[in-house]
């Protein structure tokens, strides 16, 4: 039975390495920048295989939500030339992440204050992320529970609310448009928990649950996906339950490492060598016992 098993993992194994050499061989090409409205003075860019930017115009100046990559900055900046000429005053992150911040390399240097949680300016300063670009600018104003900005007679509002996706998440407000950009504790995918920089999958659900009764919003921009109504929060953390209980059952049965991994690319179609393997597995492992 045992050397059963041994063969068929063995055979997992390999198949999922070779599935991984031909995605690393011939990458996916990113999806290309498209700006969306939202309303008259708020869009989001999407595209280009980072996060989704959020877009507030005021008469004083741009407030912008996330950044993505430093490589991204003339494409941000093409895509907000198309709505107004004002400049980018201020750039809230939602967390350290490089397709969230790294494009602070670029608009610091060009004026813009960066504001983040104080924990993702120490993660920026610190290097936690894995293969991030060595010249990742952090905030320069930090905040641990809650600010809010006010430019052109607008108010925008950053709130940490608790862990999931990392340690450092934000939540960002906009109030007379009843949005909320929530970074990448809500995504198009299953979650991934950033375990080293203090993620959680069990308060995952607990913060978005504060999120969805601190403010009244109608309106949702996550961090990756398309703008959508408040359900997809709803949806969302409903099925990041549903996974949670489901991984936790398989670790109290015992399973080992390469079985849990096994289960996951099987049930949540979490690709071999990802971020989510990499980042989640072993921490969920241990959050869950």
Same mark, same amino acid.
């Given at each position: 039975?045992?050397?059963?098993?041994?063969?068929?993992?063995?055979?997992?194994?390999?198949?999922?390495?070779?599935?991984?050499?031909?995605?690393?061989?011939?990458?996916?090409?990113?999806?290309? @920048?498209?700006? %969306?409205?939202?309303?008259?003075?708020?869009?989001?860019?999407?595209?280009?295989?980072?996060?989704?930017?959020?877009?507030?115009?005021?008469?004083?100046?741009?407030?912008?939500?996330?950044?993505?990559?430093?490589? $991204?900055?003339?494409?941000?900046?093409?895509?907000?030339?198309?709505? #107004?000429?004002?400049?980018?005053?201020?750039?809230?992150? =939602?967390?350290?992440?490089?397709? %969230?911040?790294?494009?602070?390399?670029n608009f610091a240097p060009a004026g813009a204050q960066i504001i983040s949680t104080t924990l993702a300016r120490q993660h920026i300063l610190n290097k936690i992320q894995p293969g991030a670009p060595a010249n990742m600018v952090p905030a320069?104003?930090?905040?641990?529970?809650? /600010?809010?900005? @006010?430019l052109g007679g607008k108010e925008v509002r950053a709130m940490h609310l608790g862990r999931g996706h990392t340690g450092t998440d934000a939540l960002v407000y906009f109030p007379a448009r009843r949005v909320l950009h929530s970074g990448d504790?809500?995504?198009?995918? #299953?979650?991934?928990?950033?375990?080293?920089?203090?993620?959680?999958?069990?308060?995952?659900?607990?913060?978005?649950?504060?999120? /969805?009764?601190?403010?009244?919003?109608?309106?949702?921009?996550?961090?990756?996906?398309?703008?959508?109504?408040? =359900? /997809?929060?709803?949806?969302?953390?409903?099925?990041?339950?549903?996974?949670? $209980?489901?991984?936790?059952?398989?670790?109290?049965?015992?399973?080992?490492?390469?079985?849990?991994?096994? @289960?996951?690319?099987?049930?949540?179609?979490?690709?071999?060598?990802?971020?989510?393997? #990499?980042?989640?597995?072993?921490?969920?492992?241990?959050?869950?016992?």
């Amino acid at each position: 039975m045992k050397s059963s098993f041994l063969v068929r993992l063995a055979g997992l194994v390999g198949v999922l390495t070779l599935a991984w050499v031909a995605y690393t061989q011939a990458p996916p090409t990113p999806p290309p @920048f498209v700006l %969306h409205k939202v309303a008259d003075d708020l869009f989001v860019i999407d595209g280009g295989g980072a996060g989704n930017v959020a877009v507030y115009v005021t008469g004083e100046g741009v407030i912008l939500v996330d950044d993505k990559f430093d490589r $991204n900055f003339a494409e941000i900046m093409a895509n907000i030339k198309k709505v #107004t000429d004002q400049p980018v005053k201020y750039v809230i992150n =939602t967390h350290y992440h490089a397709d %969230h911040s790294g494009g602070n390399t670029n608009f610091a240097p060009a004026g813009a204050q960066i504001i983040s949680t104080t924990l993702a300016r120490q993660h920026i300063l610190n290097k936690i992320q894995p293969g991030a670009p060595a010249n990742m600018v952090p905030a320069s104003i930090t905040f641990d529970n809650q /600010m809010s900005v @006010f430019l052109g007679g607008k108010e925008v509002r950053a709130m940490h609310l608790g862990r999931g996706h990392t340690g450092t998440d934000a939540l960002v407000y906009f109030p007379a448009r009843r949005v909320l950009h929530s970074g990448d504790l809500v995504t198009g995918g #299953t979650p991934l928990i950033d375990y080293a920089a203090g993620g959680s999958i069990v308060e995952w659900t607990k913060t978005l649950d504060k999120a /969805m009764s601190v403010v009244e919003w109608d309106t949702l921009i996550p961090g990756h996906g398309p703008v959508s109504p408040k =359900t /997809m929060m709803v949806t969302y953390r409903n099925n990041a339950e549903t996974l949670r $209980n489901r991984v936790q059952a398989e670790v109290r049965a015992g399973k080992s490492e390469a079985e849990l991994a096994a @289960f996951m690319l099987a049930e949540y179609k979490w690709a071999p060598n990802s971020l989510n393997i #990499t980042m989640s597995l072993k921490g969920m492992m241990a959050e869950l016992k």
